[in-house]
């Protein structure tokens, strides 16, 4: 049965509602396989979504009145993003890069994470962006697929520099507009 998502620029009141979203899914991750190496408290926590919301970069994504997704968009890499090999060259001022792109486990194969994707790169076309780019866990298998489903490439594996929460490789993705 296909849902009726929407998507929007996060408000201030969205903050609870996005809270509960990561903690409902880092407990989903507790008891299933934890492909993301998400950690109830630790990450994504409602700072992450404070931070994306203070630079003006938080989307909410909607069915109804539940809280189905959320992510983050914005022109900052990561520091180890500059070690990838990267299928364009520009500042970052025409690159958008996606983080804490999360959905909600009742929503998991309900084309979310595909229709934030596609948020994304419309918002990215619209202010002329080349590229998006993202980083996923090595060995996150549904979400690699899910990007290379959607466009996105495979521009290196790096180390974002957390190798104390069991986390020491991610693999870099670029899709260009």
């Not at 929007?8 to 609870?16: G, P, Q």
């Not at 809280?67 to 180890?80: Q, Y």
């Not at 596609?118 to 990215?124: C, G, I, L, S, V």
Request: proline fraction near 3%.
């Amino acid at each position: 049965m296909e849902q009726d998502i929407q998507i929007r620029k996060a408000a201030e009141s969205d903050l609870d509602s996005i809270e509960k979203l990561y903690e409902d899914i880092c407990g989903y991750l507790e008891t299933h396989k934890n492909y993301p190496g998400w950690q109830k408290g630790s990450y994504p926590s409602r700072r992450d979504a404070e931070k994306g919301l203070m630079a003006d970069g938080l989307y909410i994504a909607c069915i109804g009145s539940k809280t189905a997704g959320a992510m983050i968009l914005k022109h900052e890499p990561e520091e180890g993003y500059k070690n990838g090999r990267w299928l364009t060259e520009d500042d970052y001022q025409h690159i958008y890069v996606i983080y804490t792109l999360a959905v909600h486990p009742d929503f998991l194969k309900c084309g979310v994470a595909t229709e934030l994707l596609m948020f994304a790169e419309r918002a990215a076309r619209r202010e002329q962006c080349i590229s998006i780019r993202l980083d996923v866990v090595k060995d996150n298998i549904p979400a690699e697929r899910l990007y290379q489903k959607c466009g996105y490439q495979l521009a290196g594996t790096v180390s974002l520099g957390y190798e104390a929460y069991g986390l020491p490789w991610f693999h870099l993705y670029e899709k260009i507009l």
